[in-house]
């Protein structure tokens, strides 16, 4: 495993794989599977991962119960390095700030958690977050013990992201989306990208990266990506070609993976052993943009899969829908109509989890982190999987 640090904090040495806890295996009642994740952590940690990532609201609040008690059973709390997340929605007053680290803190089975975040910053909501003294707060959580480390997680525009650095001094890393496809920060509002990296780079402020896979599609890429991959002059799997382009930047420190099956964790793990930054030829980095731009060409929705948007009041599967239109359009079902029958939305429709259930009540929307304009987009997604 390569290790590496962030600026302001030389002395710790980070996992350049982290393991995140969002997408964790689950059991036939959605509950998670706490001896299959249990063996997940052990191999990941025998295999140098020191970093593992969670928060408030991952699988249902069931994520950091699961986390602190593997660690605490398995002897590997002083190990490791635990970040979590501050559920910023959450927060009426100040209060309730120190009500939900301490709560953290009894879930997690620790007196301390090494990496904080406020979680899914956007500038509106640090701005609220000033207001009702997050600042005050984090200081005194670090100055009592109880946390180690101050960051953020972020999804907005690069101005949004560079307002946020700047407002505060005290920040020491933050966690961004980046991926070959979301590395461009000129073409996303919701996804800075390498402009946002060259920021924080120049502030001394270490980066986490989340969603290096865009949710398991750059790992289970369709035929198109695969044949591009096949003519690469060195043979990789499609999900070591997406985790070593972005440990090709010096200015990532962690690249977070929500691995839920053992092959994941082992082969992740191999492919961290073996990527450096400043490392791949222009040749191979050319291999990437071919594949980054097939995907262009035909993702439909911006969607990572990451259910922040679920549960949908009405019982749509906001996801599911997304990912199955997103999946026609690239089998090449819309390469010669604006229409085709997808027997897969169907069945979502038969079980009342498809567009036509919607009322544009727009909770989606306040919860999505790429800013998706989610019932146009479901209405769009409906009218193209139906005939």
Known sequence: MNYRSF????????????????????????SVDVEATRSLVKAAYENGINYYDTAWVYH??????????????????????????????DIKEYADFERILDAQLEKLRTDHIDFYLMHAMFKGRWEEMMEK?????????????????????FHDSIDAFKFIIDSYDGWEFCQIQFNYL????????ANP????????????????????????????????????????PVPRLPAEWGLK??????????????????????????????????????????IVMQAKKWFEDRIKVPCTGCSYCMPCPKGVDIPGVFREYNGMSMRGAYENTDRALST??????????????????????????QGIQ?????????TAMTV
């Not at 440990?247 to 450096?276: D, I, K, P, Y």
């Not at 897969?344 to 919860?367: A, E, F, P, T």
């Not at 989610?374 to 409906?382: F, G, I, M, S, T």
């Open 182 to 189: 979301d590395d461009d920060g000129e073409k996303t509002r």
């Open 60 to 89: 249902g609040g069931e994520s950091e119960k699961v986390l602190g008690r593997i660690l605490e059973e398995e002897g590997l709390r002083d190990k490791v390095y635990v970040a979590t997340k501050m559920p910023c929605w």
């Open 245 to 286: 382009f972005i440990w090709e930047r010096q200015e990532v420190t962690c690249v977070l993976s929500g691995m839920n099956e053992m092959t994941q964790v082992l082969s992740n793990c191999a492919f961290a052993s073996n990527s450096h930054p400043n490392s791949m030829p222009a040749k191979e980095m050319d």
């Open 7 to 30: 600026p302001k904090i030389p002395d710790v040495q980070v996992s350049a794989l982290g393991f995140g806890f969002m997408r964790l295996p689950t059991c036939a009642d959605g």
């Open 133 to 153: 003294g997050a600042i005050k707060f984090l200081e005194k959580a670090k100055a009592d013990g109880k946390i180690r480390h101050i960051g953020f997680s």
């Open 374 to 382: 989610v019932p146009d987009r479901l209405q769009e997604a409906h």
């Open 193 to 232: 990208g390498k402009q946002a990296l060259e920021y924080a780079a120049a502030h001394e402020i270490g980066v986490v990266i989340m969603e290096p896979l865009r949710g398991g599609m750059l790992a289970n890429p369709p035929k198109g990506i695969t044949d591009i991959f096949k003519d690469a």
């Open 344 to 369: 897969g939305y169907d069945n979502m429709l038969k079980g009342g989890h498809g567009q036509d259930k919607c009322v544009r009540c727009g909770l989606c929307m306040k919860h999505c982190p």
